[in-house]
């Protein structure tokens, strides 16, 4: 019995809504999520890209059964390109962000191994189990930490560049939800800016973060001057 990466990338998509949707905190904030098989970055970069302004994964999803060399010679010509000295930088963050996920059927079981995509070919090497790898996800996307969507999109042209495939690319979108729960597309032209116009929708949020929060202050402001024996 065989179960092909697309059943496997169905059920993390799926997943990773079920994770996301779940959250009490979450109102408008953006995160894209674009399947790239069967487009131009599909051979480049890899099989599915999830990226917001504090998060990003950039993810291979490979049968171990799979003996394709071709992982191997992707591996070779991203190392290459990371270790030339203006993107050494970019290692951290690619073990990070680029993750490889190979699938086993044992058993009636299916067994999951998701390591660093620079690590795969790297004996011992272990990583988390799926709920902890999607756990951090939406943990990230929903963190304060700093805006990385310019260095994420950085990372995803050097990966695309290490391939050769610095002309293919694909369209993408952006999906947001707003206070009425409705559903809001954004079209992204090319995949490897999606962090420049995420940038932009993570400002959009903010401002509107910033605005709620004033006119509630205000709001309990004049509540409070409006309580009897209170004076100004």
Same mark, same amino acid.
């Given at each position: ?10 059920? &993390? ?106 690590? &795969? ?11 902890? &790898? ?9 963190? %304060?930490? %700093? ?60 401002? /509107?973060?910033? /605005? ?7 709001? /309990?402001?004049? %509540? ?9």
């Amino acid at each position: 019995m065989d179960i092909y990466e697309n059943i496997i990338i169905g059920n &993390f998509l799926y997943s990773l809504g079920l994770v996301m949707g779940g959250r009490d905190d979450i109102e408008s904030l953006p995160l894209a999520v674009n399947l790239l098989q069967q487009t131009p970055l599909d051979r480049s970069a890899g099989d599915v890209l999830v990226q917001g302004a504090r998060v990003m994964r950039l993810l291979e999803f490979k049968r171990q059964e799979n003996d394709d060399d071709k992982e191997t010679s992707k591996l070779v010509l991203l190392n290459r390109m990371l270790s030339a000295r203006e993107n050494f930088d970019l290692i951290p963050i690619s073990r990070e962000v680029h993750w490889f996920i190979s699938s086993k059927n044992q058993n009636a079981s299916l067994n999951l191994k998701i390591v660093p995509y620079l690590d &795969f070919r790297t004996a011992g090497v272990r990583g988390p189990n799926l709920q902890k &790898f999607i756990d951090d996800m939406v943990a990230e996307a929903m963190s %304060t930490k %700093t805006d990385k969507s310019a260095l994420y999109s950085r990372y995803l042209r050097v990966v695309a560049n290490s391939q050769g495939s610095i002309k293919g690319s694909s369209g993408g979108l952006i999906v947001s939800v707003d206070g009425n729960n409705k559903l809001n597309y954004a079209v992204v032209e090319d995949l490897r800016e999606l962090g420049l116009s995420l940038a932009h929708l993570h400002g959009i949020y903010t401002e /509107r973060q910033v /605005r709620r929060q004033q006119e509630y202050e205000l709001k /309990r402001a004049r %509540t409070f001057y409006k309580t009897p024996g209170i004076s100004r």
